[in-house]
C-alpha cells in the first residue's frame, strides 16, 4: 500500500514538474552558475576611459541571474532613476487595469481626464502610440529654451504636468503620426486616476503591480497636482526592474496568476502601423520599443533578433526583453553621450552565451 | 537700391518680432530651468537615489554655473539658485520622493 502510495506521488510530482521547475524571484533572484565569459560584455559596458557611465548591469536568463554588475555609487539595492522606462512600466500598469475592464483603447482620453475635451477624438490607444496629434517639443539639454519637455517637468508644466498637456494646441489629427511625447505619457498617467475609485490612485501602482511582484524598491514621484510622473520619474533597483522584465517575458503571467492579459503584452509588442521607420531608431509599439523589421527588411539592432523590444530612457537606461532567448537585461547609466549602442550591448551578450560551455 | 533695403529691413523687422513675441513665453521661463533642474535632480540624487552630497553636485553640473547649491538634510530641503532665480524642491515621501515646491 505504502509501495503504491509511493509511486503515485512520484508520478505526480513529476507531472507536476515543469510548473515547479519554473524559475521566479520569489522572494529573491536565484543564481545560474552556468560559467560563461562576460569579459566582451564588461569592457563595453565598463570602459576604463569613461566613455560609457553604466552604472548597473543585469543579465537574466528564464528567470536566474546569469551575470551582475555595477558601478559606484550604484549598488544592487540603489534604487535608480530610470527616466524614459517609467512610460513603459506605465504601460505594463495600465495593462493591469485593462485586465480589471477599466478602459478600453478606443475609449476617449476625455472620458477620464476631463481637460482633454479641448481634444475629444484623442483615446487612449493614441497616446499609447504617442500620436496623440498635439504639438510637442522633446527635447532635453540641447535646446532647453523650446523644449516642452523641460518646460513641463521644470516650469510651466510642473505643478500639473497633464494639465499642461491637454493644454497644447492640436497639430496633426490623432492616431495619425508618431510624435514621441512625455506629454502623452503624462496624460495616461493622469487618465488612470480618472479609471479608478477616489482615493484608489495612490496606492494602485504597488496594489495592482509592485507588490504582486515583490518590487520593494519603487519610488514614483508626483507632480503639484498628485499625478504621477509617468513619463520620467520611476525609481528602481535593478532587480526590481528585471521583474517588470520577466513579467513581460512571460507573457504577463507571475507565477500562477496572469497579472497583465497576454493580448495587452502583444498590443504593447505590435508596431504602431503609422509610424516611419528612422534607421538605427527602434520602433514604437504600445508604449514599448521594438526591434521589428523595417520594410526594407533592416532591424534597427541588427544583431538582435526581430522578436526583441525594450523599456528605454535617457543618458543609456534600457530593460531589454528576448523572448525566444527568455532573456531580461537591465542597463542603468548615467551616460552624458550618445556613443552608448543598444546594438553593440546585445551583439556581445548573445556572443558570450553563444560561446556558453566552450 | 535704398528702398529694396528698407523694405527687407522692415521685414526682418517684423519676422524678428514676431518670432520674438512667439518666444516670449519660453524667454520669459528660461532662466527658471538651470535652479529647478538642479533642485529637483540634486533632491532625488540624495534622497531618493540615496547618494552622497560631492556625488549629486556632480550629477547635476551644468555647464552654467550655480550660484547656490544647498541641502537641509534634516528637512529633505533643497535649494537652489541660478540665472537669478531661485528653486526649492522636498523630500515628500518613501514612495513619492521628491517634488519641486511652487
Same mark, same amino acid.
Given at each position: 500500500?505504502?509501495?503504491?502510495?509511493?509511486?503515485?506521488?512520484?508520478?505526480?510530482?513529476?507531472?507536476?514538474?515543469?510548473?515547479?521547475?519554473?524559475?521566479?524571484?520569489?522572494?529573491?533572484?536565484?543564481?545560474?552558475?552556468?560559467?560563461?565569459?562576460?569579459?566582451?560584455?564588461?569592457?563595453?559596458?565598463?570602459?576604463?576611459?569613461?566613455?560609457?557611465?553604466?552604472?548597473?548591469?543585469?543579465?537574466?536568463?528564464?528567470?536566474?541571474?546569469?551575470?551582475?554588475?555595477?558601478?559606484?555609487?550604484?549598488?544592487?539595492?540603489?534604487?535608480?532613476?530610470?527616466?524614459?522606462?517609467?512610460?513603459?512600466?506605465?504601460?505594463?500598469?495600465?495593462?493591469?487595469?485593462?485586465?480589471?475592464?477599466?478602459?478600453?483603447?478606443?475609449?476617449?482620453?476625455?472620458?477620464?481626464?476631463?481637460?482633454?475635451?479641448?481634444?475629444?477624438?484623442?483615446?487612449?490607444?493614441?497616446?499609447?502610440?504617442?500620436?496623440?496629434?498635439?504639438?510637442?517639443?522633446?527635447?532635453?539639454?540641447?535646446?532647453?529654451?523650446?523644449?516642452?519637455?523641460?518646460?513641463?517637468?521644470?516650469?510651466?508644466?510642473?505643478?500639473?504636468?497633464?494639465?499642461?498637456?491637454?493644454?497644447?494646441?492640436?497639430?496633426?489629427?490623432?492616431?495619425?503620426?508618431?510624435?514621441?511625447?512625455?506629454?502623452?505619457?503624462?496624460?495616461?498617467?493622469?487618465?488612470?486616476?480618472?479609471?479608478?475609485?477616489?482615493?484608489?490612485?495612490?496606492?494602485?501602482?504597488?496594489?495592482?503591480?509592485?507588490?504582486?511582484?515583490?518590487?520593494?524598491?519603487?519610488?514614483?514621484?508626483?507632480?503639484?497636482?498628485?499625478?504621477?510622473?509617468?513619463?520620467?520619474?520611476?525609481?528602481?533597483?535593478?532587480?526590481?526592474?528585471?521583474?517588470?522584465?520577466?513579467?513581460?517575458?512571460?507573457?504577463?503571467?507571475?507565477?500562477?496568476?496572469?497579472?497583465?492579459?497576454?493580448?495587452?503584452?502583444?498590443?504593447?509588442?505590435?508596431?504602431?502601423?503609422?509610424?516611419?521607420?528612422?534607421?538605427?531608431?527602434?520602433?514604437?509599439?504600445?508604449?514599448?520599443?521594438?526591434?521589428?523589421?523595417?520594410?526594407?527588411?533592416?532591424?534597427?539592432?541588427?544583431?538582435?533578433?526581430?522578436?526583441?523590444?525594450?523599456?528605454?530612457?535617457?543618458?543609456?537606461?534600457?530593460?531589454?526583453?528576448?523572448?525566444?532567448?527568455?532573456?531580461?537585461?537591465?542597463?542603468?547609466?548615467d551616460d552624458r553621450g550618445d556613443s552608448y549602442q543598444h546594438d553593440?550591448?546585445?551583439?556581445?551578450?548573445?556572443?558570450?552565451?553563444?560561446?556558453?560551455?566552450? | 537700391?535704398?528702398?529694396?533695403?528698407?523694405?527687407?529691413?522692415?521685414?526682418?523687422?517684423?519676422? /524678428? %518680432?514676431?518670432?520674438?513675441?512667439?518666444?516670449? *513665453?519660453? +524667454?520669459?521661463?528660461?532662466? @527658471?530651468?538651470?535652479?529647478?533642474?538642479? #533642485?529637483?535632480?540634486?533632491?532625488?540624487?540624495?534622497?531618493?537615489?540615496?547618494?552622497?552630497?560631492?556625488?549629486?553636485?556632480?550629477?547635476?553640473?551644468?555647464?552654467?554655473? /550655480? %550660484?547656490?547649491?544647498?541641502?537641509?538634510?534634516? *528637512?529633505? +530641503?533643497?535649494?537652489?539658485? @541660478?540665472?537669478?532665480?531661485?528653486?526649492? #524642491?522636498?523630500?515628500?515621501?518613501?514612495?513619492?520622493?521628491?517634488?519641486?515646491?511652487?
Amino acid at each position: 500500500m505504502l509501495d503504491t502510495l509511493k509511486a503515485l506521488l512520484a508520478t505526480l510530482s513529476l507531472a507536476v514538474a515543469p510548473a515547479w521547475a519554473e524559475d521566479w524571484p520569489a522572494p529573491d533572484w536565484q543564481t545560474d552558475p552556468t560559467p560563461i565569459d562576460w569579459q566582451a560584455v564588461d569592457a563595453y559596458a565598463f570602459p576604463p576611459d569613461g566613455s560609457l557611465r553604466t552604472d548597473a548591469l543585469l543579465i537574466i536568463r528564464d528567470g536566474r541571474i546569469l551575470h551582475e554588475r555595477y558601478a559606484a555609487p550604484t549598488t544592487a539595492s540603489t534604487a535608480h532613476l530610470t527616466w524614459s522606462v517609467s512610460k513603459s512600466v506605465l504601460a505594463t500598469l495600465l495593462g493591469v487595469a485593462q485586465g480589471e475592464g477599466r478602459f478600453q483603447l478606443q475609449d476617449p482620453v476625455a472620458r477620464f481626464y476631463p481637460p482633454m475635451q479641448a481634444h475629444p477624438q484623442v483615446r487612449l490607444g493614441d497616446l499609447l502610440h504617442w500620436a496623440s496629434g498635439l504639438a510637442w517639443q522633446e527635447d532635453y539639454e540641447y535646446a532647453p529654451l523650446h523644449s516642452s519637455v523641460v518646460a513641463m517637468l521644470y516650469t510651466r508644466g510642473r505643478e500639473d504636468m497633464a494639465a499642461y498637456t491637454a493644454a497644447r494646441p492640436a497639430a496633426q489629427l490623432p492616431g495619425q503620426r508618431f510624435l514621441y511625447s512625455s506629454g502623452d505619457s503624462n496624460l495616461l498617467a493622469a487618465a488612470l486616476r480618472g479609471m479608478l475609485d477616489a482615493g484608489e490612485y495612490a496606492d494602485y501602482p504597488w496594489q495592482a503591480l509592485f507588490t504582486p511582484l515583490g518590487i520593494n524598491s519603487a519610488v514614483w514621484e508626483r507632480d503639484g497636482a498628485g499625478s504621477y510622473v509617468g513619463s520620467s520619474y520611476l525609481y528602481l533597483t535593478a532587480r526590481d526592474l528585471a521583474r517588470i522584465g520577466l513579467l513581460m517575458q512571460r507573457d504577463g503571467r507571475w507565477r500562477e496568476r496572469q497579472l497583465v492579459p497576454a493580448t495587452w503584452v502583444a498590443f504593447n509588442r505590435t508596431p504602431f502601423a503609422l509610424a516611419e521607420a528612422v534607421p538605427g531608431e527602434a520602433n514604437p509599439g504600445g508604449h514599448w520599443w521594438l526591434n521589428t523589421a523595417s520594410p526594407g527588411g533592416a532591424r534597427p539592432w541588427p544583431h538582435a533578433p526581430a522578436d526583441t523590444y525594450a523599456a528605454l530612457g535617457h543618458w543609456g537606461q534600457a530593460l531589454y526583453v528576448l523572448p525566444t532567448q527568455k532573456l531580461v537585461i537591465v542597463r542603468y547609466a548615467d551616460d552624458r553621450g550618445d556613443s552608448y549602442q543598444h546594438d553593440q550591448l546585445l551583439e556581445r551578450v548573445l556572443a558570450a552565451l553563444a560561446g556558453e560551455g566552450a | 537700391m535704398r528702398r529694396v533695403l528698407l523694405v527687407l529691413l522692415a521685414l526682418l523687422g517684423v519676422s /524678428l %518680432g514676431w518670432s520674438g513675441w512667439q518666444a516670449r *513665453q519660453a +524667454l520669459a521661463d528660461f532662466p @527658471g530651468i538651470l535652479s529647478a533642474y538642479s #533642485a529637483k535632480e540634486y533632491c532625488s540624487c540624495r534622497f531618493v537615489m540615496g547618494f552622497d552630497p560631492a556625488y549629486c553636485r556632480g550629477y547635476v553640473k551644468q555647464w552654467l554655473p /550655480l %550660484g547656490l547649491l544647498a541641502e537641509n538634510s534634516a *528637512q529633505r +530641503l533643497v535649494t537652489a539658485e @541660478g540665472l537669478g532665480r531661485r528653486n526649492q #524642491a522636498a523630500w515628500q515621501g518613501a514612495r513619492v520622493g521628491c517634488r519641486l515646491l511652487p
